[in-house]
């Protein structure tokens, strides 16, 4: 069982729409969460860190919940350039990363 | 101002041939990682440098695979006899954690180098 769960998708919604996808991780003592942004053939870039509490960042809004082992990013108004796959990310200093959610805003 | 480089950015090599990546940190960062990412994967943790200390390489995944960071700065992935199945991109990324410091600084990953073994 890999350590991180993500449903792969792909999400395709129009602009201004909202979308949201979350993911699963197996081990309970994590302690870091982050949600990273990856383009076609490009870099994973870090879009935000995740805390108990729930943060926000603009347009984004991403939940842990500990006890369940999930987390969520939810995406409003969405933007052409908000296309690309969202990696869920576990860990300290040895990340571990889910396979990626892909989501595609349409004009 | 400049990010991680990698280079080179694609290799191809035959079955059995040894390659080198070479990886360049943002300059003053002291944590140094490689992952391996698989089409359609996300990236899976190799190694992880302090400075010069390799202090974690669980992630390799034989002893084919060899990393060093002689000098506390650029860092060198090495591959020997590569099979196909090594076939991806090797990501590098950097962050500023210092020994004792806070280790989930922000990990900032250079653009990859793509091998393809044939």
């Known amino acids: 069982r890999k350590e991180v769960e993500q449903d792969p998708g792909p999400f395709n919604v129009p602009e201004g729409a909202t979308v949201a996808f979350n993911c699963t991780y197996s081990?309970?003592?994590?302690?870091?969460f982050f949600w990273y942004r990856q383009d076609c053939r490009k870099e994973p870039k870090l879009l935000m860190s995740v805390y108990s509490s729930g943060n926000e960042d603009g347009r984004f809004t991403a939940q842990l919940n500990r006890a369940s082992q999930y987390i969520s990013l939810l995406i409003r108004d969405s933007k052409l350039s908000d296309s690309a796959t969202y990696l869920c990310?576990?860990?300290?200093?040895?990340?571990?990363f889910g396979a990626g959610t892909t989501v595609t805003v349409r004009a | 101002g400049a990010g991680v480089s990698q280079s080179p950015r694609y290799k191809v090599a035959k079955r059995g041939q040894d390659v080198a990546l070479r990886c360049d940190p943002i300059s003053g960062h002291v944590s140094l990682f490689w992952y391996q990412q698989a089409l359609g994967q996300g990236p899976e943790f190799l190694t992880y440098f302090q400075n010069e200390a390799q202090l974690d390489k669980s992630g390799l995944p034989s002893d084919r695979f060899f990393a060093e960071r002689p000098e506390g700065s650029v860092s060198t992935l090495k591959i020997q006899r590569t099979q196909q199945e090594d076939s991806a991109v090797y990501l590098c990324?950097?962050?500023?954690?210092?020994?004792?410091?806070?280790?989930?600084?922000?990990?900032?990953f250079g653009p990859g180098t793509r091998l393809t073994v044939l």
């Open positions: 990324a950097s962050s500023f954690s210092r020994e004792g410091g806070d280790i989930t600084d922000t990990q900032y």
């Open positions: 990310v576990v860990g300290d200093y040895k990340l571990s």
């Open positions: 081990n309970s003592a994590s302690q870091s």
